[in-house]
Nanobody, 123 residues
Framework: QVRLVESGGGLVQAGASLRLSCAVS????????MGWFRQAPGKEREFIAA????????YYADSVKGRFVISRDYAKNTLFLQMNSLKPEDTAVYYC????????????????WGQGTQVTVPS
């Protein structure tokens, strides 16, 4: 059974940084495409970052490019999202997801999802 558990969210001021973690069980973070998504109040869930299976190619949504970095730790079987220069518009519930391909993730879809972690950046 595949299970993803996010952590690391919180309330931070604009300009601050946060690092989200996604602990994975039931599959290896290196053997599958892994991604981060977010859903702001009243909006649909959107793709923000992905890392491909077997390699470290990464993809980002334009809204976070240059500020967010996706990475993974093979030993800990954990996915990370380093978020820098946070803005009020980054306020959302953040989810990690996994699929066979990054193309699927970049469409906003995933085979498995975590439960989400809240990030709030007051204006």
């Amino acid at each position: 059974q595949v299970r993803l558990v996010e952590s690391g969210g919180g309330l931070v001021q604009a300009g601050a940084s946060l690092r989200l973690s996604c602990a994975v069980s039931g599959r290896t973070v290196g053997g599958y495409a892994m991604g981060w998504f977010r859903q702001a109040p009243g909006k649909e869930r959107e793709f923000i970052a992905a890392i491909t299976r077997f390699s470290d190619s990464t993809y980002y949504a334009d809204s976070v490019k240059g500020r967010f970095v996706i990475s993974r730790d093979y030993a800990k079987n954990t996915l990370f999202l380093q978020m820098n220069s946070l803005k009020p518009e980054d306020t959302a519930v953040y989810y990690c997801g996994t699929s066979d391909t990054s193309i699927t993730l970049r469409r906003g879809e995933a085979d498995y999802w975590g439960q989400g972690t809240q990030v709030t950046v007051p204006s």
